[in-house]
């Protein structure tokens, strides 16, 4: 889902585009369209950079970064943009992903990257959504009825 997207979803490598799909099915099922981009900080940081300097011009509100191993994509998203990060460990390496996490959640001051459990896209794209209903009723709407449901569940 491209038009007009709302999210974009940041991954360093084709292998861990099996990761983002509870993020895409998240969002999906709330109508929030997004825009997937494989671009690694480390490989292709240009290709981040460019990317992230049109973000804000597409309309982009937030960006979800996953990353394994030293974990620098969400970190160095957030440096480069003042869209809010939510930065995904995710499970790879000897770690399972736990040195991601640590990466991701210790940010310096004032570069925050806003962090979910390893491997847990879907509750990223959770989170955009609840930043997206501040500026969208009809979001909150369906955020809160999603949570209704949960309650009755």
């Known amino acids: 889902m491209e038009k ?6 940041l991954v360093g490598s084709s292998s861990d585009l099996p990761h983002v799909e509870a993020a895409i099915k998240v969002l999906e099922e709330f109508e929030i369209s997004y825009e997937l981009v494989v671009a690694s900080a480390h490989r292709t940081p240009e290709k981040v950079k460019n990317y992230l300097s049109q973000a804000e ?3 982009i509100k937030i960006i979800i970064a ?3 191993l030293s974990a620098h994509l969400p970190g160095f ?3 480069l943009t003042t869209l809010p990060v939510i930065g995904v460990p995710l499970p790879a390496g000897p770690l399972n992903g736990f040195d991601a996490l640590l990466s991701i959640v210790q940010m310096p001051k004032g570069i925050p990257v ?4 390893i491997g847990n896209m879907a509750n ?3 989170l955009a959504i609840s930043i997206l209903a501040l500026i969208s009723p009809e979001i909150k709407n369906k955020l ?3 949570r209704k449901k949960l309650t009755e569940a």
């Open 4 to 9: 007009n997207p709302l999210v974009a979803i």
């Open 57 to 59: 011009e597409k309309g």
């Open 66 to 68: 996953g990353a394994g």
């Open 77 to 79: 998203c957030a440096s």
């Open 114 to 117: 806003a962090t979910v459990g």
């Open 124 to 126: 990223a794209a959770y």
């Open 144 to 146: 809160k009825e999603y």
